[in-house]
């Protein structure tokens, strides 16, 4: 009987996909609003989805709790924005009763920082301990370029609140072939100066950005990571937080940098985690289209027995790996979901 199979008919088992990885992280987005459009995330007009079709907090709480009841850990908020949706700090709450129980290791967030300064106190008092804020330039013209509608002064005031409310910061930076590589040596000393984890991004092909060429786009984090050794001593550390990041530590600043990198290196042999986008659907990988609907069986009144049972038959079905490659100058396994759609 194949693994899937077997894990189906034991229902008291924790989630294990066919490859025997226990999965322990659900990353969730919220909505698929954003108050920015980032030019290699999303058009610059775009049309969101109707409200009815995302899930309700409650149906968010609930889903959620199925997963932590099953043996996930971590619990990561994402979007679009996710504290541009009303309402969602009720939902944080709602989530660290999981935290007070010890089920659920950790509540973060990943964030464009926009809306920190109202949110970061509260987001500490519901149990966050880290917000990852993505941030790909000290710039402020170039800050505006990027994110077409956002303003650098607003994120930075959100990292000083966030700081204030002793909330760790985790800096994501999209590698941008000719757009921020003059900034590498500046981003990686302010975020040193402001004690600041920091985490390179490669750039994924998610969805139709209007204009704007992915494959222009694409810096390997091979060559960031080269230029990186011209000026300090980079140490390979053997540390994994659940996520697909490999870390290094700078001697010579003992900070510690983190490298993503999808596509000039394939980091799926140790997934353990899998994704709900705001309306429901579950994709056990982010570069693969298979997916399962979990609103359906909520919205038909499904008791929380048939919620397991869709759980484990899609967590049956999580592939070995994705498909991304950027290799011969072509763009392969192209996703056609927005990274909005499908959480950051």
């Known amino acids: 009987m194949p693994l899937g199979e077997a894990y189906l008919l034991n229902m008291t088992a924790p989630l294990i996909d066919p490859f025997a990885r226990a999965i322990r992280y659900l990353r969730v987005s919220v909505t698929d609003r954003c108050d920015f459009r980032c030019v290699y995330c999303m058009a610059e007009n775009m049309t969101f989805l109707p409200k009815a079709e995302l899930l ?5 709480d609930r889903i959620c709790s199925g997963f932590v009841a099953l043996g996930v850990e971590k619990l990561r908020i994402t979007g679009g924005e996710p504290l541009v949706r009303r309402g969602i700090m009720t939902f944080f709450r ?18 464009n ?25 000290l710039d402020p013209d170039r800050f505006a370029e990027i994110t077409r509608w956002g303003r650098i002064s607003q994120v930075l005031e959100g990292l000083e609140a ?17 757009v921020n590589e003059d900034e590498l040596e500046r981003l990686v000393a302010w975020s040193a100066a402001e004690d600041h984890d920091l ?27 080269a230029r990186l050794a011209q000026n300090w001593t980079l140490t390979d550390l053997a540390e994994r937080t659940g996520g697909p990041a490999r870390y290094v530590r700078l001697e010579e600043t003992g900070q510690k940098i983190g490298f993503i990198t999808p596509l000039s290196h394939n980091f799926c042999e140790s997934c353990n985690r899998v994704r709900l986008t705001c309306t429901g659907e579950l994709f056990m990988c982010l ?26 038959a899609a967590i049956a079905r999580k592939p070995k790996g994705h498909d991304f490659d950027y290799s011969r100058q072509t763009i392969a396994g192209t996703m056609s979901r927005h990274m909005s759609h499908t959480g950051g």
């Open 287 to 312: 570069g693969q289209e298979d997916k399962a609907d979990l609103r359906a069986p909520l919205r038909d009144g499904a008791d929380d027995a048939a919620l397991e049972t869709a759980i484990r």
């Open 113 to 137: 920082g926009s809306q920190l300064a109202r949110h970061a106190a509260e987001l500490a008092d519901c149990g966050v301990r880290r917000v990852n804020v993505s941030l790909d330039t």
């Open 162 to 178: 966030a700081k204030a409310a002793g909330l760790r910061v985790k800096i994501n930076t999209v590698a941008l072939k000719g």
């Open 94 to 111: 709602a989530m660290g009763r999981h935290l007070e129980s010890g089920a659920l290791k950790e509540l973060t967030l990943t964030t």
């Open 199 to 225: 985490t390179f991004i490669e750039v994924m092909p998610m969805g139709d950005i209007g204009n704007e060429n992915r494959l222009d786009q694409f810096w390997s984090l091979r060559d960031l990571r």
């Open 56 to 60: 309700t907090l409650e149906e968010l």
